[in-house]
């Protein structure tokens, strides 16, 4: 990452699953000052914007030293080390598993933080390969965009999970959302486990599971249904047999 608040990364990436990847050497993790990059003695990284406006941007002298130093330029080199620098920023591309477990392939990623009122629009030019956002609202920075990247991602990475076959069955891994889930006790506050997970039929189980699991995704989130839907090809149709999947 590239930050103003690199400690702000220090608990994040120390604890929990992230704290084990990184202990167990599967991630590795490096909050960069973008102040290091700063010229001058009170090391500025803003200035406020052509045209006025309210509030101050990213200034790009030391935002692309910075990308360039820990990424490289933009263009071949890059490309030859195999990594991506992303800026998280409400105007990009919405955050989603799929692109989780495209990014987790990624080899190296440089996530960039704004701040202020966002970055000047030479460093997106210059020096960024992708824009993405994690939800339509505002943060003050991107720090807390770039840890659920991070947090979604690290889980993904082989070995980081005590058990990948949780990975399986979660919600956005298939088409549907998880469905509901029970502990001990069997019963609490008169609320009672449903019969069928403590029958010790697997098969049973399972077929409660996908069942509940379609339920809650069309009370919820009908749209998943229909966007798997639309990319399974019908069985009549050979040009679908042919591609595996059809036009919407
Ligand atoms: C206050 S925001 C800037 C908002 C910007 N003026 C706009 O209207 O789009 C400061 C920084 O927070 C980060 N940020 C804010 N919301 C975000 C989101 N939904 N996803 C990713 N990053 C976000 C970005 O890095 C952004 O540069």
Request: glycine fraction near 10%.
């Amino acid at each position: 990452m590239i930050t103003i608040f690199p400690t702000l990364f220090e608990p994040f990436s120390s604890e929990s699953i992230v704290g084990i990847a990184q202990e167990r050497e599967k991630v590795r993790i490096r909050a960069h000052n973008l102040r290091d990059w700063a010229t001058d003695r009170h090391r500025t990284v803003d200035d406020a914007p052509y045209g006025g406006g309210a509030g101050m941007l990213m200034k790009p002298e030391p935002l692309v030293a910075a990308i360039e130093a820990v990424a490289g330029a933009k263009g071949a080199e890059r490309e030859g080390r195999r990594g991506r620098v992303i800026l998280l920023s409400p105007q990009g591309r919405r955050f989603d598993q799929k692109m989780a477990e495209e990014l987790s392939r990624v080899p190296e990623l440089t996530l960039v933080c704004g701040r202020y009122e966002g970055v000047d629009q030479r460093v997106i030019d210059l020096a960024v390969d992708e824009e993405i956002s994690i939800g339509d609202y505002v943060l003050c920075g991107g720090e807390v965009a770039a840890m659920v990247l991070i947090e979604a991602l690290t889980r993904l990475v082989p070995g980081v999970l005590g058990n990948p076959a949780s990975l399986e069955s979660e919600s956005f891994q298939g088409a549907t959302l998880e469905g509901p889930q029970y502990t001990r006790p069997a019963e609490y506050r008169g609320r009672v486990v449903p019969e069928v997970l403590r029958s010790g039929n697997h098969a049973a189980v399972e077929k409660w599971r996908v069942e509940q699991a379609l339920e809650l995704t069309k009370a919820r989130r009908p749209d998943l249904l229909e966007d798997e839907r639309r990319n399974i090809p019908p069985a009549s149709s050979p040009e679908g047999e042919k591609n595996g999947k059809v036009e919407p």
